[in-house]
């Protein structure tokens, strides 16, 4: 070669998921977590139930239970201890050993709808809230608690309690445990300092939520998922697009960046990227510089995707088949966790018929 010759550079592998394992468990699974290598799964069922799972095998065993649906589950740093929210209002700690309840909080009077533990394990929080017609034009009601909380994962101390407006949906803690942000039907947003219990951040976005005018009359959507930036600096949400007629679930499938200081949305789906349909969950890969997003597919040709960070593009798409509730990165980001909910099933005779799915992805980069 010589030496004024150009060397072509490596082609730089796009993104993807490719599936290796399905499990079916009996009812709908809403929220997984993992161990940091990925060999053993936790699955929050729609029946209350908090199961353990072999990432190779299966080999289910329930290790603890809430007495209504089981919203959302974490594994904390020791590898041993597991805490669990649910529609039942509670937090619960339950040993991954020998499957004893530890703990139950009482942490609200109405559901626990979603639930998020601080990267050190040390704090959790936890969101309420339901949808009450305040006035003559269906403003929300104020709140009869406080719809955000944050519980010591040791001793289950309440360490802060935070005003939102109901229902209150999803909850992030920023990484160093010190920030927690909360995310409502209406799409407000709204992020504290845990220790001072001071707001530092707020405001609302009217891409993710709807005022129903077709059929009935009432807020849909809303703020389903938000997850800190890895820097820290930025909250990621997503939802889907207004809608007009509530029951169609036919609004774009819409992520948004904002810098939580100021409230500025910096980016969110790009245009001819998305179709119809809710997403409930959006995770960062912790190595690859990408982030995923998955929820229900309404119309269109993916209701999962892989998103590049830097340029917000969406970079792998695929039709999972069925609602997707939840999605987890391994530590390594070798792997990705996806619990599904197979069509909209009921119990019968008290039984549910299969109708979870935990499926394990490998990652390409």
Same mark, same amino acid.
């Given at each position: 070669?010589?030496?004024?010759?150009?060397?072509?550079?490596?082609?730089?592998?796009?993104?993807?998921?490719?599936?290796?394992?399905?499990?079916?468990?009996?009812?709908?699974?809403?929220?997984?977590?993992?161990?940091?290598?990925?060999?053993?799964?936790? @699955?929050?069922?729609?029946?209350?139930?908090?199961?353990?799972?072999?990432?190779?095998? %299966?080999?289910?065993?329930?290790?603890?239970?809430?007495?209504?649906?089981?919203?959302? $589950?974490?594994?904390? /740093?020791? !590898?041993? #201890?597991? +805490? =669990?929210?649910?529609?039942?209002?509670?937090?619960?700690?339950?040993?991954?050993?020998?499957?004893?309840?530890?703990?139950?909080?009482?942490?609200?009077?109405?559901? =626990?709808?979603?639930?998020?533990? =601080?990267?050190?394990? !040390?704090?959790?929080?936890?969101?309420?809230?339901?949808?009450? $017609?305040?006035?003559?034009?269906?403003? /929300?009601?104020?709140?009869?608690?406080?719809?955000?909380?944050?519980?010591?994962?040791?001793?289950?101390?309440?360490?802060?309690?935070?005003?939102?407006?109901?229902?209150?949906?999803? $909850? @992030?803690?920023?990484?160093?445990?010190?920030?927690?942000? @909360?995310?409502?039907?209406?799409?407000?947003?709204?992020?504290?300092?845990?220790?001072?219990?001071?707001?530092?951040?707020?405001?609302?976005?009217?891409?993710?939520?709807?005022?129903?005018?077709?059929?009935? *009359? *009432?807020?849909?959507?809303?703020?389903?998922?938000?997850?800190?930036?890895?820097?820290?600096?930025? +909250?990621?949400?997503?939802?889907?697009? /207004?809608?007009?007629?509530?029951?169609?679930?036919?609004?774009?499938?819409?992520?948004?960046?904002?810098?939580?200081?100021? %409230?500025?949305?910096?980016?969110? #789906? *790009?245009?001819?990227?998305?179709?119809?349909?809710?997403?409930?969950?959006?995770?960062?890969?912790?190595? @690859?510089?990408?982030?995923?997003?998955?929820?229900?597919?309404?119309?269109?040709?993916?209701?999962?995707?892989?998103?590049?960070?830097?340029?917000?593009?969406?970079?792998?798409?695929?039709?999972?088949?069925?609602? +997707?509730? *939840?999605?987890?990165?391994?530590?390594?980001?070798?792997?990705?966790?996806?619990?599904?909910?197979?069509?909209?099933? !009921?119990?019968?005779?008290?039984?549910? =018929?299969?109708?979870?799915?935990?499926?394990?992805?490998?990652?390409?980069?």
């Amino acid at each position: 070669m010589s030496e004024n010759a150009t060397k072509t550079p490596p082609t730089k592998a796009v993104p993807r998921i490719e599936r290796l394992r399905e499990f079916r468990l009996p009812s709908p699974v809403l929220a997984l977590d993992a161990t940091p290598d990925g060999s053993l799964l936790l @699955a929050a069922g729609q029946d209350g139930s908090i199961t353990a799972l072999d990432a190779e095998a %299966g080999s289910p065993r329930i290790v603890g239970r809430h007495e209504s649906y089981a919203s959302s $589950v974490a594994l904390l /740093p020791d !590898r041993r #201890t597991v +805490i =669990s929210g649910g529609y039942d209002g509670t937090l619960r700690w339950h040993d991954l050993v020998d499957g004893k309840e530890l703990r139950v909080v009482k942490a609200h009077q109405f559901w =626990s709808w979603d639930m998020a533990v =601080s990267a050190d394990g !040390r704090r959790v929080a936890t969101v309420t809230g339901r949808y009450e $017609v305040g006035g003559y034009r269906y403003e /929300p009601a104020p709140e009869t608690e406080p719809s955000v909380k944050v519980f010591d994962t040791t001793s289950g101390e309440l360490l802060g309690a935070f005003p939102h407006v109901p229902p209150t949906q999803a $909850v @992030a803690v920023s990484a160093d445990g010190s920030l927690v942000a @909360a995310g409502n039907l209406m799409g407000e947003v709204r992020v504290w300092e845990v220790g001072s219990g001071r707001q530092v951040g707020g405001w609302k976005t009217d891409d993710l939520t709807g005022w129903g005018v077709i059929k009935s *009359h *009432h807020f849909v959507g809303g703020v389903f998922d938000l997850t800190f930036s890895p820097d820290g600096n930025e +909250i990621y949400t997503c939802g889907m697009g /207004p809608m007009a007629d509530p029951m169609a679930g036919n609004g774009v499938q819409r992520w948004q960046r904002f810098e939580w200081r100021t %409230g500025k949305k910096l980016d969110q #789906t *790009h245009e001819g990227e998305s179709g119809q349909g809710l997403m409930e969950t959006l995770e960062f890969h912790p190595k @690859a510089g990408i982030f995923v997003m998955a929820g229900r597919l309404f119309q269109g040709t993916w209701n999962l995707a892989l998103f590049d960070t830097a340029s917000g593009k969406s970079v792998f798409t695929v039709d999972a088949k069925h609602r +997707i509730s *939840h999605v987890r990165f391994s530590a390594d980001g070798s792997r990705l966790f996806v619990a599904k909910v197979k069509g909209q099933e !009921r119990p019968k005779d008290g039984k549910w =018929s299969d109708a979870g799915i935990v499926e394990v992805h490998s990652v390409v980069t």
